[in-house]
Each structure stands twice: as C-alpha cells, then as structure tokens.
C-alpha cells in the first residue's frame, strides 16, 4: 500500500525542541522530493519545508527563521524534520507529503498528520 | 509573498447542484494553481494541478480554470462525498494556500 505514516508528536514546552518522521512505503521514495505542511486546530494550510529527492536542496517557509531542519534518510525510506526554539503559534498537525513527480510544489499524497502541541 | 483569496468563505448548495469556488492571487502566478479538497479529520487530497489538470483518480465533475491571478474550481454536479472544504494553493513564488472554502450542505 502507498502510505506515509508520521510519528514523533507530542506536547513540548516552548523553547524545547522535538522531532518528526515520516516514513513512506509502497512507492519508490528516492524518486520524488517530499515536504511538510501544517495546520494549526482549526485553521487553513501552511507549507513548512520542501527537500528534493537526493537531499541536496532544501527550502523553507519564511516563518521557520533557521528553527527547523528538513532532512531524508534514503535507505530507510522516512523523512524527518527537527524542529527547535518552537513556540506557542508552532501548535498545529503536521502532515508529511509526497511532491508531484516533477513538481516539487505540488503534492499527491498526504500522511495522517502528527499533531504537535506547544505549551507550558 | 503572494497572498490567495478564496470566495467565498462557505457555499450552503444541495447535492446535485454546480459549486463554483474562486480563488484570486495578489500577484500573478500564471497556471501555477492546485486545488484541494480537506474532509473532516483527514489530510488533504490533491484534485487539480496547474490550473486545469486533474489528478490521478479525480472524478471527471472536478475541473479547475484560470490563469494570471484569478482560477475556479467547479464541480459539476455535487455528491454528497464532495461536501468538504477546498484550498487553491501557488506554486509561482515559494508555495502558499489559500484560507480555504467550506462547501456545506444546505
């Protein structure tokens, strides 16, 4: 089955750090560059960070500020993303995506979500 | 950064009807516009690309049209699955979404 499944949720307290994974299955990972995207409880989307298929290029929302790192591990098929200094307006499900193939900007195939709560 | 706004907010119709959703963009983006439809609890699901390409498994009563700043995704004849919300999103300049259309039941 083509799946992405998140793990590494949880609450954290402001300024802690935490980090999510994603791992695919079902399809050829390497090929396709892969993102994450947020939704905060009860709010719209909002693109966190993009990586190419061979980890080389890297992109970022503006409101990231240098405080997470996207990254891949190619021979375990997962996508991971360190998020640190995280604050209060960081809380929001956090959903792992696969990239239309030759669109990086696109994507086609969604996780369930890991929920990410920031508070003290 | 380029701003999308839908219209409208939410759109009370009964299945069987035709939705029309908009979405306008604060600068051009050319047909770099996706739609996509959020359910309730579920992740998002990619419906049209590049303005006018459906994707992989989309029902032919999806379309989506326009280009520059001003796109719309139709649906022809809603069925009750298809009440959700809907989000354009541009790919032009970095990525970002529009604040999403609630398609409701009347």
């Known amino acids: 089955e083509v799946q992405l499944v998140e793990s590494g949720g949880g609450l954290v307290q402001p300024g802690g750090s935490l980090r999510l994974s994603c791992a695919a299955s079902?399809?050829?990972?390497?090929?396709?560059?892969m993102g994450w995207v947020r939704q905060a409880p009860g709010k719209g989307l909002e693109w966190v960070s993009t990586?190419?298929?061979?980890?080389?290029?890297?992109y970022y929302g503006d409101f990231v500020k240098g405080r997470f790192i996207i990254s891949r591990d190619r021979s375990k098929n997962t996508l991971y993303v360190q998020m640190n200094s995280l604050r209060v307006e960081d809380t929001a499900v956090y959903y792992c995506?696969?990239?239309?193939?030759?669109?990086?900007?696109?994507?086609?195939?969604w996780g369930r979500g890991a929920l990410v709560t920031v508070s003290s | 950064e380029i701003v999308l706004t839908q219209s409208p907010a939410t759109l009370s119709l009964s299945p069987g009807e035709r939705a029309t959703v908009s979405c306008r963009a604060s600068q051009t983006v050319g047909s770099y516009l996706a739609w996509y439809q959020q359910k309730p609890g579920q992740a998002p699901r990619l419906l049209i690309y590049?303005?006018?390409y459906r994707a992989t498994g989309i029902p032919a009563r999806f379309s989506g049209s326009g280009s520059g700043t001003d796109f719309t995704l139709t649906i022809s004849s809603l069925e009750p699955e298809d009440f959700a919300v809907y989000y354009c999103?541009?790919?032009?300049?970095?990525?970002?979404f529009g604040g999403g259309t609630k398609v409701e039941i009347k």
């Open positions: 990586i190419s298929d061979t980890g080389t290029s890297t």
């Open positions: 999103q541009q790919r032009n300049f970095w990525l970002t």
């Open positions: 590049d303005a006018s």
């Open positions: 995506a696969r990239a239309v193939s030759g669109s990086r900007w696109y994507f086609d195939l």
């Open positions: 079902g399809f050829t990972f390497n090929n396709y560059d």
